[in-house]
């Protein structure tokens, strides 16, 4: 059974299926659960001072969704680790998981659209790709 879980958050609905997910699973298997949560950094900043502002903002958009999370953990009497990272979201994610020896990520599933998926694919399906560990992915 996997011992250390992570679960991808942007605040969307597919992600917080996947934390309800998570949640359950980490319960169940007594495993260590963590979240992450990507800033996304500006493609091509004008100035270093427009990417230390950005991940400024991004930090405070996080708190309600990292409050909200904490309140289902803590409620389920499940720990929360917490990763707020700056980057791409796909090598972000995969280099937290490498890193830290994660052996399951949890993602939802909510692509923009289906001709979107089938032009560019998403983040969701770049990572299952190359995600170093096991992906369950919750719809």
């Known amino acids: 059974m996997y011992k250390k879980v992570l679960v991808a958050n942007d605040g969307s609905t597919g992600a917080a299926k996947a934390v309800t997910t998570a949640i359950a699973l980490a319960k169940q298997a007594k495993a260590e659960l963590h979240m992450v949560s990507v800033e996304e950094l500006p493609?091509?900043?004008t100035s270093v001072d427009e990417v230390i502002e950005e991940q400024q903002e991004a930090g405070h958009r996080f708190d309600r969704i990292v409050d909200r999370v904490?309140?289902?953990a803590r409620a389920h009497r499940v720990r929360l680790g917490v990763h707020i990272v700056a980057g791409h979201p796909v090598s972000a994610?995969?280099?937290l998981i490498g890193r830290e020896g994660f052996d399951l990520l949890v993602i939802g599933y909510m692509g923009p659209s289906a001709l979107y998926n089938r032009l560019i694919g998403s983040?969701?399906?770049r990572l299952v790709e190359i995600a170093p560990c096991s992906d369950l992915v919750v719809k």
């Open 43 to 45: 493609r091509f900043p």
């Open 70 to 72: 904490r309140a289902e």
């Open 93 to 95: 994610i995969a280099e």
């Open 123 to 125: 983040t969701t399906d």
